[in-house]
């Protein structure tokens, strides 16, 4: 049987071996100038985080078990979505597809109209480029670096087993009634204004991919906890005014996916920069291999 807190350690894992894929990758060249973008730094703290995926009890669906998680250690993320200028840098590169166009693309509004993969390609450009490892966020570190602007399943969501429409009608009222942007294109950066924790246009019109994969879980009977789980990892959790599921290849989030309440309006992303490692990389790689004693430079 399966607990939140193991679910977590999951999590934790899956984060550490895919920061390990970009590792190799971000560690030859120096960093050039300017190619750093203004970051914030989340400090440790506590938090409720409501796990994210379609959870059934008894064969109906009921909102998932929430985890309380401790950050213990600070971690670093852009304060910004990446930019137009700046993901057309990675398309001039080859690195990077060119993203779906918008009706207005300006140098300082965020890039959108990209995929997961596209998200990913570029945080390996970007980890090449600077000599550094750049991630997507995982959906709890999002959720944590969100603070007040992060919205999950409210108490107030009818939650009926015997009828599953009731609760979906519920979510989508309530997104609704936070009402959509007037004007759904992307807006330059710093419309939406800053969070407490310092970062900016969180819960904006543009919705962010994260690393975590998309779960469907039973949970007990009589219990919050988990008796069995499938991960999907063709399709990835968004972040945003609400939370939604997208398959990785789709850029456009009217246009396919699965999405609590309206559909995004936008798909965008902002990156996660790791510290460097005080074992070198020989011994940065047997770490994140899961290696009991880190290499002797």
């Given at each position: 049987m399966q607990r939140p807190a193991q679910i977590l350690i999951g999590s934790v894992t899956a984060l550490v071996m895919g920061a390990g894929a970009l590792a190799g990758a971000g560690s030859a060249a120096p960093?050039?100038?300017?190619?750093?973008?203004?970051?914030?730094?989340?400090?440790?703290?506590?938090f409720a985080y409501p796990n994210p995926g379609e959870f059934l009890r008894d064969g109906h669906p009921v909102a998932g078990?929430?985890?309380l998680v401790s950050f213990e250690r600070p971690f670093e993320i852009m304060k910004y979505q990446v930019s137009v200028a700046d993901y057309e840098g990675c398309v001039d590169a080859g690195a990077c597809?060119?993203?779906d166009a918008p009706r207005l693309r300006v140098p300082n509004n965020p890039i959108t109209g990209v995929s997961y993969l596209d998200a990913i390609a570029y945080a390996r450009w970007q980890s090449e480029r600077t000599g550094q490892t750049w991630r997507l966020p995982t959906a709890m570190e999002w959720a944590f670096a969100a603070g007040e602007r992060f919205v999950g399943d409210a108490a107030d969501i009818e939650n009926d087993p015997t009828n599953p429409a009731r609760r979906w009608l519920s979510l989508y009222e309530r997104e609704s009634a936070r009402g959509r942007t007037?004007?759904?294109d992307a807006r330059v950066q710093g419309s939406f204004g800053t969070n407490t924790k310092g970062l900016a246009d969180v819960g904006g019109n543009v919705w962010e991919w994260t690393a975590t994969c998309y779960v469907r879980a039973t949970?007990?009977?009589d219990a919050p906890e988990v008796v069995s789980r499938v991960e999907n990892c063709g399709v990835h959790?968004?972040?945003?005014?609400?939370?939604?599921?997208?398959?990785?290849?789709?850029?456009?989030?009217?246009?396919?996916?699965c999405a609590v309440g309206t559909p995004p309006d936008n798909l965008g992303f902002r990156l996660v920069r790791e510290p460097r490692s005080r074992f070198g990389l020989a011994g940065l790689k047997r770490y994140l291999r899961g290696l009991a004693t880190p290499a002797t430079d």
């Open positions: 960093e050039a100038d300017g190619a750093r973008p203004p970051t914030v730094t989340i400090l440790p703290g506590l078990p929430t985890t597809r060119q993203a007037a004007a759904p949970l007990a009977s959790v968004v972040e945003g005014r609400h939370r939604a599921y997208m398959s990785d290849f789709i850029r456009d989030g009217k246009s396919g996916g």
